[in-house]
Every structure is written in structure tokens, then in C-alpha cells.
């Protein structure tokens, strides 16, 4: 059976913010991936408080997480070992 359109435009958007993660991580500068991460949508945003936050969402934070402490890292030349 086909599936309904809400949830075939609901894996597109899926498939596309996947894409972009991939190529912001084939990025060389931590600063250019955090401002192409900034561009990712993540998906639906949870409406109500019983919603569970997304596993694209989550996905999204930490990669922001981990760009930003990249930038930070390079801004003023400390090394991390944390990742």
C-alpha cells in the first residue's frame, strides 16, 4: 500500500536534514560547520509537553553542541580531549 503524503513529506524532510548533517561534517572548519548547522531543520518540533523530543532534534543539538566547542576550541587554541 502507498503510504499517506504527511508521512512520505515527513521521511523527506527526514532524509534531507541527514544529508545536510553529512555534508557539514565534510566541512574543514569548525566555523563553517557551525553556520551550516545553524541551516539543518531538524524536523517537527514537539507541540505538547507529553511529545517527546525528536530523534532529529536531538541529533541537531549535539551536533550544534559539538561544532560550537569546536569553534570554541579553535577561537582560543585550547585542545579538547573530550570527543
Given at each position: 500500500?502507498?503510504?499517506?503524503?504527511?508521512?512520505?513529506?515527513?521521511y523527506?524532510?527526514?532524509?534531507?536534514?541527514?544529508?545536510?548533517?553529512?555534508e557539514a561534517?565534510k566541512?574543514?572548519?569548525?566555523?563553517?560547520?557551525?553556520?551550516?548547522?545553524?541551516f539543518?531543520a531538524?524536523?517537527?518540533t514537539?507541540?505538547?509537553?507529553?511529545?517527546?523530543?525528536?530523534?532529529?532534534?536531538?541529533?541537531?543539538?549535539?551536533?550544534?553542541?559539538?561544532?560550537?566547542?569546536?569553534?570554541?576550541?579553535?577561537?582560543?587554541?585550547?585542545?579538547?580531549?573530550?570527543?
Amino acid at each position: 500500500s502507498k503510504p499517506v503524503p504527511e508521512a512520505l513529506t515527513d521521511y523527506t524532510r527526514k532524509v534531507e536534514f541527514l544529508k545536510g548533517l553529512l555534508e557539514a561534517e565534510k566541512l574543514t572548519s569548525p566555523t563553517e560547520k557551525a553556520l551550516a548547522n545553524q541551516f539543518l531543520a531538524p524536523g517537527r518540533t514537539p507541540t505538547t509537553g507529553n511529545e517527546r523530543t525528536s530523534a532529529s532534534k536531538t541529533v541537531h543539538l549535539q551536533t550544534k553542541a559539538r561544532c560550537t566547542g569546536e569553534m570554541r576550541n579553535e577561537l582560543l587554541g585550547t585542545v579538547c580531549l573530550c570527543y
